[in-house]
T-cell receptor
Framework: AQTVTQSQPEMSVQEAETVTLSCTYD???????LFWYKQPPSRQMILVIR??????QNATENRFSVNFQKAAKSFSLKISDSQLGDAAMYFC??????????????FGTGTLLAVQP | DAMVIQNPRYQVTQFGKPVTLSCSQT?????MYWYQQKSSQAPKLLFH???????NEADTPDNFQSRRPNTSFCFLDIRSPGLGDAAMYLC?????????FGPGTRLTVL
């Protein structure tokens, strides 16, 4: 069975600084997707970034980028120029690549990010 | 804007009193999911629909049921809520790779 591990329950970063959130996963499959979702306090969960396992290039979305190490099964999220609005719970998630839209997300336990002004 | 809508945002019920949570979507996605999320935990999948095909997770209690009368709407019925069912309930939709989440309904059981 696939598992996703986030070993940092809480992180803190100064505004305008850079922070990296860690995620490791375990799977025997070769085709899969990895995601980072952001859930601000009392607000809805939104997708931050997505990585397809077959792509060697690391995904980037504005200030958010990932370091995808497929052999090491590592998928960390880097937030550059941190802003107060980045404060949230961040979930790493895995999804099997085949089988269509019904494939469920397997979530890590989350990392609570605080941004200090 | 296309979106996932959940009503109500906050629901209070009494121990043992049936409650229904609703979810609607304007994304026209064929897959809809219901998750339970307890404080500071990851969402836990309860079940999902692929069109009208219902798929229950093995560890979802019988107390939880769902209905999907059409593509746009999906309901979560909790037949006899217990104190342990107090949580945030998230609805999500998907057509391909990503899931899109609604804002959630926070259920309080008194």
């Amino acid at each position: 069975a696939q598992t996703v591990t986030q070993s940092q329950p809480e992180m803190s970063v100064q505004e305008a600084e850079t922070v990296t959130l860690s995620c490791t996963y375990d799977t025997s499959e070769s085709d899969y997707y990895l995601f980072w979702y952001k859930q601000p306090p009392s607000r809805q969960m939104i997708l931050v970034i997505r990585q397809e396992a077959y792509k060697q290039q690391n995904a980037t979305e504005n200030r958010f980028s990932v370091n995808f190490q497929k052999a090491a099964k590592s998928f960390s999220l880097k937030i550059s120029d941190s802003q107060l609005g980045d404060a949230a719970m961040y979930f790493c998630a895995y999804r099997r690549g085949y089988g269509g839209a019904t494939n469920k997300l397997i979530f890590g336990t989350g990392t609570l990010l605080a941004v200090q002004p | 804007d296309a979106m996932v809508i959940q009503n109500p945002r906050y629901q209070v019920t009494q121990f043992g009193k049936p409650v229904t949570l609703s979810c609607s979507q304007t994304l026209n996605h064929n897959v809809m999911y219901w998750y339970q999320q307890k404080s500071s935990q990851a969402p836990k999948l309860l079940f999902h629909y692929y069109d009208k095909d219902f798929n229950n997770e093995a560890d979802t209690p019988d107390n939880f049921q769902s209905r999907r009368p059409n593509t746009s709407f999906c309901f979560l019925d909790i037949r006899s809520p217990g104190l342990g069912d107090a949580a945030m309930y998230l609805c999500a939709t998907s057509r391909a790779r990503e899931q899109f989440f609604g804002p959630g309904t926070r259920l309080t059981v008194l």
